[in-house]
């Protein structure tokens, strides 16, 4: 692939904000090393994120605020730094692995809809928070949902099951507000624009690859982590989010994931 259309791509999937990069570094970790045992050399990560525009002195700054907050371990081999996510990174990038690489979250057999009697606001901000430990997903003042069993701490909720015959644009509207709705939008307007194919695919670097499926997951990460763990189903008819997923993981399973040592 010639340089300028690898770069027209990263451009495009580089949006209109500047990434943050100890978030971008965490991309990378959570797309290519999510095991125990696998590293990334210095090196190597500095060359998948120049194209990005990551300076050398950025990353070192990144990785030292990862290893303070206690995502990264690093040790030398050498005169080369390798990095890893430390056990708490694993955990946390497991924990959301499932929303960033998983197919649509369909409805469990025991959903819910809890339902409680109007109180004063203090109480249920209590509610809210103690009922969100538990798995709940707020919809409005005294409608919760979770798409699980049911906990025994909710015996003061009216409990509705069964089909839902009706998505009301409030409540799809307050679990995937506009902005976020826009953003999906945007984003499958900006990968069907790339129109990134086989052809495409065969002709990048293991190393072009690795930058731009971090570019794409990140993108789609901060997205779709933001949505509540509810069905997809109430987010309502034409949810921008579900052509964007497809989209997302169809150029994933094209942009095959490289090998780490194929990066060197």
């Not at 497991?94 to 998983?102: F, L, R, V």
């Not at 624009?193 to 695919?201: G, Q, R, T, V, Y």
Request: with cysteine; aromatic share 6%.
């Amino acid at each position: 692939m010639k340089s300028a259309n690898f770069l027209t791509a990263i451009d495009a999937l580089g949006g209109d904000e500047v990434p943050r990069v100890w978030s971008l570094i965490i991309t990378v970790f959570g797309d290519l090393a999510q095991q125990k045992g696998e590293e990334i050399a210095g090196p190597v990560l500095g060359e998948l994120l120049a194209p990005v525009g990551v300076r050398p002195e950025a990353m070192r700054v990144a990785l030292h605020r990862l290893r303070n907050e206690g995502w990264i371990e690093t040790r030398k081999q050498g005169r080369t730094a390798r990095h890893a996510l430390s056990i708490f990174g694993l955990e946390q990038s497991a924990a959301a692995s499932e929303q960033i690489y998983g197919k649509a979250l369909v409805a469990d057999p025991e959903w819910h809809i809890l339902c409680f009697a109007s109180n004063t606001t203090s109480s249920e901000q209590t509610r809210g928070k103690t009922l969100a430990q538990s798995g709940y997903v707020k919809a409005t003042n005294g409608i919760y949902i979770k798409n699980s069993a049911c906990d025994d701490l909710v015996d003061d909720a009216l409990i509705l099951q069964g089909d839902v015959k009706n998505i009301p644009p409030w409540l799809s509207g307050s679990l995937a507000p506009n902005p976020l709705r826009a953003g999906f939008k945007q984003l499958s307007k900006t990968l069907s624009d790339l129109s990134i194919d086989p052809i495409f695919a065969r002709e990048l670097t293991a190393l072009q690859t690795a930058t731009l499926r971090t570019l794409i997951v990140h993108r789609w990460r901060k997205l779709v982590l933001k949505l509540p763990l509810v069905p997809d189903a109430l987010f309502g008819d034409g949810f921008e989010g579900t052509q964007c997923r497809n989209q997302v993981l169809s150029i994933l399973t094209l942009l095959e994931r490289p090998n780490i040592s194929d990066l060197t």
